[in-house]
C-alpha cells in the first residue's frame, strides 16, 4: 500500500481497513485540520460552508400569486353575477311576452269587435305585475282593425317588456 496515496489504497480496499472497519478518508481529514486552523484567524464561521440559494418561493413571490388568483376569482364571480341577472332578465321578457300573448288570446276568444283606442290593464304572469297596454287602430279596410298590445313591469315604466301586434278580423259582418 502506497501511504502517499490515500486515495489510491481506499480505492483498493473499497474505504475499509483490514480490521472491517471504515475508515474515513485522508483528505478530508486534511480539510478538517485546515478548518480548524483558519477558525482561530477568522472565526468560528470559517468552517461552515457557504449557503446556497434556497428553493422554495419567496414572500413577494406568494403575494403576487394571491393577487392573480384573487383577480381572476373576482372575475368569475363578477361573470357568474352577470349570468344570473341575464337569466332572470330573460325570464321576465318570457313571462312578458306571455303575458302579451293571453291578451290577444282573450280577444279572439270573446269574438268581439274591438273598439279603437288605448285600453290599460293588469296582466300579471307569476311573481311579476306586469301592466298591458292595449291599442286598436283601424286600417284601410272596414273589416279589420291592428291589435297591438305592449307590455310593461309597472303602469310608470317606459321600458317595453314585449309587443305583440296582429291584426282582427269582424266575423260579425
Not at 24 to 34: I, L, S
Request: with cysteine.
Amino acid at each position: 500500500m502506497n501511504v502517499h496515496a490515500p486515495e489510491q489504497a481506499d480505492a483498493k480496499t473499497g474505504g475499509v481497513s483490514t480490521d472491517g472497519k471504515k475508515k474515513a478518508p485522508r483528505v478530508a481529514h486534511a480539510a478538517r485540520a485546515a478548518c480548524h486552523a483558519s477558525r482561530v484567524l477568522q472565526g468560528p464561521l470559517a468552517c461552515h460552508p457557504p449557503r446556497t440559494a434556497a428553493t422554495g418561493f419567496t414572500l413577494i413571490e406568494v403575494l403576487i400569486a394571491l393577487a392573480i388568483v384573487a383577480v381572476a376569482l373576482g372575475a368569475v364571480t363578477r361573470a357568474i353575477g352577470a349570468l344570473a341577472a341575464d337569466t332572470d332578465s330573460a325570464r321576465g321578457h318570457l313571462l312578458a311576452l306571455w303575458s302579451a300573448d293571453n291578451a290577444l288570446s282573450a280577444i279572439r276568444i270573446a269574438a268581439a269587435w274591438p273598439p279603437p283606442g288605448r285600453t290599460t290593464f293588469a296582466c300579471p304572469q307569476g311573481r311579476y305585475a306586469f301592466v298591458c297596454r292595449q291599442t286598436v287602430t283601424t286600417l284601410g279596410s272596414p273589416l279589420v282593425r291592428q291589435v297591438t298590445v305592449s307590455v310593461y313591469a309597472s303602469a310608470a315604466s317606459a321600458n317595453v317588456l314585449a309587443e305583440v301586434v296582429t291584426v282582427v278580423q269582424n266575423e260579425a259582418r
